[in-house]
T-cell receptor
């Protein structure tokens, strides 16, 4: 079974508007971490934001925020005030358990295109 | 940043030939990973290493082997490349943050004809 599901293959957003990227996850572990990465057309993987399963507050990093709904097993990324440079593919990922091996499982990704 | 160098960055090869991709890190991290990226699948873990000569399989390990004889180097080998192994390969290590994020190399694009 898929551990990470991203149901939106592609999205368009107008510059300066907010966009929400969906991510649902599947795990039976109580301790886990959720991550979002950005991959621009140049190909590098850029870490954006992290949410721990025990964190009570939603994570925020600048214009990025993670809408964590534990009961629904969702970890949506919200990008506020979109910029042209936000055009990229975005991946949701999960680390399960408390082991130190840092293995991540990734979703299929969502391509975001920001229109001027 | 973790300081990861992947080589080669681009390679075209023929079916049946052996291929080795190299990942070199400068931060002395214990854990290193090889992922492949394919459209519609995101990134999938091939193999990972938790120390010198300590490696384990990931989700899509068939057709791949790895070796880690030094902390800084993690090699991925395709013993006999197939067209299904055409992909972009990413090496990763632990990031510097305390969240357990991974830091990725720039990727190696492999085309098997």
């Amino acid at each position: 079974a898929q551990k990470i599901t991203q149901t939106q293959p592609g999205m368009f957003v107008q510059e300066k508007e907010a966009v929400t990227l969906d991510c649902t996850y599947d795990t039976s572990d109580q301790s886990y971490g959720l991550f979002w990465y950005k991959q621009p057309s140049s190909g590098e993987m850029i870490f954006l934001i992290y949410q721990g399963s025990y964190d009570e507050q939603n994570a925020t990093e600048g214009r990025y925020s993670l809408n964590f709904q534990k009961a629904r097993k969702s970890a949506n990324l919200v990008i506020s005030a979109s910029q042209l440079g936000d055009s990229a593919m975005y991946f949701c990922a999960m680390r399960e358990g408390e082991g130190g091996d840092y293995k991540l499982s990734f979703g299929a990704g969502t391509t975001v295109t920001v229109r001027a | 940043d973790a300081g990861i160098t992947q080589s080669p960055r681009h390679k075209v090869t023929e079916t049946g030939t052996p291929v080795t991709l190299r990942c070199h890190q400068t931060e002395n991290h214990r854990y290193m990973y090889w992922y492949r990226q394919d459209p519609g699948h995101g990134l999938r873990l091939i193999h990972y290493s938790y120390g010198v000569k300590d490696t384990d399989k990931g989700e899509v390990s068939d057709g791949y082997s790895v070796s880690r004889s030094k902390t800084e180097d993690f090699l991925l080998t395709l013993e006999s490349a197939t067209s299904s192994q055409t992909s972009v390969y990413f090496c990763a290590t632990q990031g510097r943050g305390n969240t357990g994020e991974l830091f990725f190399g720039e990727g190696s694009r492999l085309t098997v004809l």
